[in-house]
Each structure stands twice: as C-alpha cells, then as structure tokens.
C-alpha cells in the first residue's frame, strides 16, 4: 500500500483522496443467481449507477474497486469468490447484494450453500432483500461512498498485515 | 405408439422376468430387474419401431426400506411418445451397471446420481463428484441424510397443509 497505511494523510488531501476513490468504483459483478439480475438492472438507463461514479463490467478482478456479490453462494464456488476477491488491488469493498449472499436467505437448512458470504470474504454494505429492488442496491452504493469519505486508509490497513495470497492467485 | 402397446414390446423382450408395465398420465413406466436394466434401454434405444433414442434423464429416488429406485426417461423424437425406465436397488448393496455406454449423456446423470444417492454405477468411466464440493462427505438427497441446520433449529413452519 505504500505510504498512506504508514501515516495519516492530512485531512484536505484526505479529503480529496476518498472523494475520488468514492465517485470511481469499477464494479465486479459477481453474479450468481436472480440477484444478478437486479444489478444489472441497476446498471442500465432506468436506475443507472454511473450516475453515481460506478462503473460496471470491469474487465476482471484486477480492475475492479468494488465486488458486488449478487445470488447463492455455495460451498463448491466460495473458492472462487475467495481467489478473485484476493486478486483484487486494494482498497477493495464488498457489497452482499440480497439475502443469500447476506445469510444464506431461504437456503437457510441447505446441504451445499454457504451460510452468508461474510463466512469467506470482508464485506463492507449488506443490502437485505430476496432480491432487493434496484433502489436498495442504490442505497447500498450511496452507504458504502459515505463509508468511504469518511475512512482513513492508516486505519483500515495499518492493523491488518498483508493477506497471504493463496499459491495458485498469484 | 400407446403405453399399453409400449409396455408389451418390453413385456415381450424381458419374457418370464420380473417386470411390471403401467401407464401413470399417458406415460409408459417400465419395471425392470436391476440386471437387465442396461438391456432394457439398449433395446429401448436400438429396436426399430420403439426408436428411443433421445437421452432426457436419469435420476433417483429413495424409497425407503424398499431401497433406491433409479428411473430414466426416454423420448423418441421420431415417434413422438416416451417411457419412463426404473429399476430398484437393495439399500445394502446400491450397484447397477452404468448406461453410459449406450447413452453418452448418461455419464453426467449417474454422476449426479451417485454423490447424491450413493447408487453405485458398475462400468462408469468417471465416477468422481460432479456437483458437491470435493471435501463433502454424505448423500444429501437421501432421506437418513442429516441437515445440520435442520437439527439446531427445527422447520418453522408447517410441513403439511392443516397442520
């Protein structure tokens, strides 16, 4: 991370730092079943979060700001959340798009779904719903911009050392 | 073809077998022994006049002390009618031959089929897990199958209408 987890940036050019990293959020979409469905919703000219400074379809993980993790996880794709989250450049925010993501949802007694995607990776905005309405995505949005201005890159990753990267992300 | 005439081709075929033919909402249920269910779909796939040659599915069904039942449905896009294959397996020795061999598309069904009801599939080329994650241990669509969250916290609501 450099400098900026070393030391407490001055509050204007902090200031300035969040009101950029909040109003460009290349979004990853990590769609998994209908959730999927309400974000790209959200993308599109009836709700439209560019409007907003999110932009969605970044071209993979390694571009990406944001992950928006939309539908059922299981226990056969949380590898795969886990990796792509972990090949994502820091800083990085999670948002558990609807009640599957969130807790599991209605597979609550399920055999093969993960339990809440909190279980494997951070999350940073919980937007409840089965599925949300694309205004409850918005909201999110607009939570997680206000989680940003206000945070202090010293703080979020001075405490955390550098995660170990599993073998194979690298 | 109707049911009724369909049943007595396989009737036919499986002379002084243990089958049982019958006819569930225009569709032919065919009964076989487990031995000859391999031979009953290859009959079903290559005799002319019955011409089953599209694969739909395979699939099964736990019927208790009875044991697992495994039935398969075939279609025939030439003669337009269908027939549902079954067979059962003992629970203490789930083996049937593997159908992959008549039908390609098999080989994904009886994988499906084996890690969710642990029927066994004698001849199958791949038998590893196709849907579960690696580290799963168990048969989850089997009736004995525990769900943990199902022990900590019982069903909320109503299992049956009027309860």
Known sequence: MGLS??????????????????????????????????F??????QHDFIRLGVIPFAHGPRQAD??????TLTDKMAPAVKRLYEQMPDPKYVISFGSCANCGGPYWDSYSVTKGVDQIIPVDVYVPG?????????????????????????????AKPAPELAAEAR | MTPEEIGQRFTAFLE????????????????????RFADAV??????????????????GVDEADNGYGVVTHLYSPIHG????????VPNDDPHLPSLSGVFAGANWHERETWEMFGVVFDGHPNLVKLLLSDE??????????????????????????GE
């Open chain 1, 5 to 38: 987890d070393q030391v407490e940036v001055p509050q204007p050019i902090k200031f300035v730092l969040n009101w950029g990293r909040k109003y460009s959020l290349w979004v990853f979409n990590f769609g998994l079943a209908c959730c999927a469905i309400e």
């Open chain 1, 130 to 158: 089965c599925p949300p309405r694309p205004e409850a995505l918005l909201q999110g949005i607009i939570k997680l911009q206000s989680q940003i201005q206000d945070e202090s890159l010293k703080q979020r990753y001075a």
């Open chain 1, 66 to 71: 944001l992950m928006v993790v939309s539908g």
């Open chain 2, 136 to 161: 799963f241990e168990g048969h989850p669509l089997r009736k004995e199958f525990l769900l943990t969250s199902r022990v900590v916290k019982p069903w909320p609501g109503a299992k049956e209408p």
């Open chain 1, 40 to 45: 790209i919703a959200t993308s599109m000219s």
């Open chain 2, 16 to 35: 002084g077998e243990a089958i049982e033919t019958e006819s569930s909402y225009g569709t032919a249920t065919v009964t076989v022994p487990r031995e």
């Open chain 2, 42 to 59: 290859t009959f079903a796939k290559t005799t002319r006049g019955l011409d089953f040659t599209f694969f739909d599915f395979l699939t």
């Open chain 2, 81 to 88: 009618h269908h027939v549902l294959i079954r067979t059962v």
